[in-house]
Nanobody, 124 residues
């Protein structure tokens, strides 16, 4: 069992930046691939970024590529999502998720554990 806790959300103006954190407890974090997803009101959840257990491989949604950076510090059992050049359309509830095994997935149903989410609001 893995428990995930996100933090770092908030309200910023367009063009601003935030760094989300996801702290894992329970099992060895380094054995899990990790992903970030988001859901805006009235919309389906969508993939944002993912990273392999080693941190070597990453993937990004086209909408955030070049603006967001996913990373992890396995020694601290923590994953991160650095979000720069934020846009109003980035407004959503952001979730981190963990998947058993070394790789990652872009599919929400592939993930085994989820956090409660942290709200990001970007104003124009």
């Amino acid at each position: 069992q893995v428990q995930l806790l996100e933090s770092g959300g908030g309200s910023v103006q367009a063009g601003g930046a935030l760094r989300l954190s996801c702290v894992a407890s329970g099992r060895t974090f380094s054995r899990y691939g990790m992903g970030w997803f988001r859901q805006a009101p009235g919309k389906e959840g969508e993939f944002v970024a993912a990273i392999s257990c080693s941190g070597i491989s990453t993937a990004y949604a086209d909408s955030v590529k070049g603006r967001f950076t996913i990373s992890r510090d396995n020694a601290k059992n923590t994953g991160y999502l650095q979000m720069n050049s934020l846009k109003p359309e980035d407004t959503a509830l952001y979730y981190c998720a963990a998947v058993v095994g070394g790789s990652y997935s872009l599919r929400t149903n592939a993930y085994d554990y989820w956090g409660q989410g942290t709200q990001v609001t970007v104003s124009s």
